[in-house]
């Protein structure tokens, strides 16, 4: 899968987050890349992941670049000579975004804009953003930023003209241990014997960093330009997730958070009409003048009123299956990302 790769030049946007730190590992152990840039704006996270990982130790050129997809400046600095771009630079955490509405649209929206414009100008060959399924008929504003966000990728694909450059996008659920995710709060939490969950009957997508990364990366080499791509995979509800976590701990209720939902999804009825099933995902394929594509055509049509939603799932975690999933359940690996 990482032949495709090989000497090539790839930047991670958000490079020294969750995503961007699993994918740098997983590229420098199977990739045979030209050169590997990171760019984020916290230069103690590049100076922390630098010491993990270097030129020195790996045979792939990595480059540390501290800037902002708010500056597209730095962005077609940062961009030429790039082959691949994975965007994953965002503001993502819910209350802080209903909070700093103006912030995450300067990131989310504005700066994919500027990843956009900076790609077609630096003649990239692809870029695959990362989506959520808070994109999906979103309740807060950083669904609502993401879903633009999505949006202008697809868009892109419209005007680069003789450049070539191709946009995609990947949408899926809640990464397991990911920063900020309710896993690393729980692991705190237990020690003192409560659990906050929000609401009982919630239920979330779930998925680990590894598979996250590594599907992305498929998408990467397949997409023709203009798809979203949608993984199947596993619901779990946040009370189970707390039980198999801290089975001895009590559950306090604590009401659900502004702008959440009890159910997410990642595929609506609407978006199922132009959606194509396959093995182990989906493929939304773009309604555009643009698309030429016979790359999916053998993919199975779903059927009228298709949804694929958190509480309608077909597939659901076992508390085995979590710890699985989840490794090192003593918490330590969780409490460092985090």
């Not at 916290?42 to 501290?66: C, G, P, W």
């Not at 990843?115 to 989506?131: E, T």
């Not at 039980?243 to 559950?251: E, R």
Request: hydrophobic share 40%.
């Amino acid at each position: 899968m990482y032949d495709y790769l090989n000497n090539k030049t790839v930047l991670i946007t958000g490079g020294t987050g969750s995503f961007g730190r699993k994918c740098t590992e997983l590229l420098l152990k199977n990739a045979k890349l030209r050169k590997l840039i990171i760019l984020s704006r916290d230069e103690l996270k590049q100076h922390d992941m630098a010491r993990v990982f270097n030129s020195s130790f790996y045979d792939t050129k990595i480059s540390y670049y501290l800037g902002d997809v708010r500056d597209s400046q730095r962005l077609h600095r940062a961009f030429h000579g790039v082959d691949y771009v994975v965007h994953a630079a965002a503001l993502k955490q819910v209350p802080a975004a209903e909070y700093n509405p103006d912030e995450v649209i300067k990131t989310n929206v504005m700066g994919a804009i500027n990843v956009v414009n900076a790609a077609i100008d630096q003649g990239v060959k692809k870029v695959v953003a990362l989506s959520t399924d808070k994109a999906v008929n979103p309740a807060n504003l950083y669904g609502a930023s993401k879903l633009c966000s999505d949006k202008l990728f697809i868009a892109g694909n419209s005007y680069v003209g003789d450049a070539g450059t191709h946009f995609s996008v990947v949408r899926y659920g809640n990464v397991i241990g990911s920063r900020g995710s309710v896993i690393p709060v729980f692991l705190e939490k237990r020690e003192k014997g409560v659990l906050p969950v929000t609401d009982e009957r919630m239920t979330r997508f779930w998925l680990t960093i590894e598979n996250g990364v590594n599907f992305v990366l498929r998408c990467l080499k397949e997409m023709e330009g203009g798809e979203i791509f949608i993984p199947k995979i596993p619901s779990m509800k946040i009370a189970d997730l707390a039980k198999a976590i801290a089975p001895g701990c009590k559950i306090e209720k604590v009401g659900i958070r502004p702008g959440e939902k009890i159910d997410e999804c990642l595929l609506t009825e609407d978006e199922a009409r132009y959606a194509l099933e396959f093995e182990d995902f989906f493929v939304i394929i773009p309604q555009r003048p643009w698309w030429k594509s016979d790359k999916w055509e053998n993919g199975r049509k779903l059927p009228d009123g298709f949804r694929y939603a958190s509480n309608t799932n077909d597939r659901w975690l076992s508390e085995n299956e979590l710890q699985e999933m989840t490794g090192d359940l003593n918490g330590t690996y969780f409490l460092r990302q985090a």
